[in-house]
């Protein structure tokens, strides 16, 4: 692989002890970029928490006011008005708190710094892609950036609330001898496994491009397994979905779907490409 230094010089004849210092370099600067937004949010990680952390616990959290505007516009009374999760957090180790907020800052200076960290990493690949493919992916840093942002925009407005409420609301038996007393560490993972996973979750359309890019995938294979996809999303919508309402469910569905039909449409331009480019060559 044909890669470029910091000096601009070509290096077709790098070894591969010179590919690895490349890739430390790119790493450092990751690395560094992630500390400096740890460090902002270490700083002001009180009001970080009151104010965004603590969201979905909060009855006027964004999500729920949204919801609930939503069901009185489309005529559904409060089918989508939800109350907020009504649990005071509690930490059962001396160092819980510590460590759940030295947990909160890593992940949001990851989140953060996603855009410069992906961006070390194209630059570490770009060197070995030809002119060509640089320009059909010369936006990539910003798509890879917008898709992932939205995915835990949507994790953290959207399913967070719905999630929590059907946790906090599930019970076990009917007597009601159980008691949910969450901590303030299974708050924090619940939160980061739906926001990061729904920031993976939403490089889709992302993954569909490179795949059908390289042959691995063709909008035939994904238009045939759209029934697949419909069922799976179905039952990912009614499992997080605090009440069995048609409703609540389809604002889980629709977005989830929308991407998998926006990855066919993706799939389809790229394969028409690949075809058209195939067939001048030859």
Sequence with gaps: MALINRNNVDTNEMSFMDHLEAFRGHLVRSVIAILFFVIIFFIYRNWIFDNIIAGPLDANFIGYRAFCKLGNWLHLGKALCMDPVAVK?????????????????????????????????????????????????????????????????????????????????????TKGLIENKPTITDYFDNLMNLSLGCGIAFEMPVLAWVLTKIGLITPRLLKAGIRYAIVIILVVAAVITPSPDVSSQMLVFIPL????????????????KEIKEAEEWS
């Design 257 to 272: 779907f929308t991407l998998y039909l926006l990855s066919i449409l993706i799939s389809n331009s790229v394969y028409k």
């Design 89 to 173: 957090m509690q930490s059962n180790t001396f160092g819980g708190q510590l460590f759940s907020t030295i947990t909160m800052c890593f992940i949001g200076g990851l989140i953060l710094a996603f855009p410069y960290i992906f961006w070390e990493f194209w630059q570490f690949v770009k060197p070995a892609l030809k002119e060509k493919e640089r320009k059909n992916v010369r936006f990539a840093t910003f798509w890879v950036s917008l898709f992932f942002f939205m995915g835990v925009l949507f994790g953290f407005v959207v399913l967070a609330p719905f999630t929590f409420n059907f946790l906090a609301s599930f019970q076990l038996g």
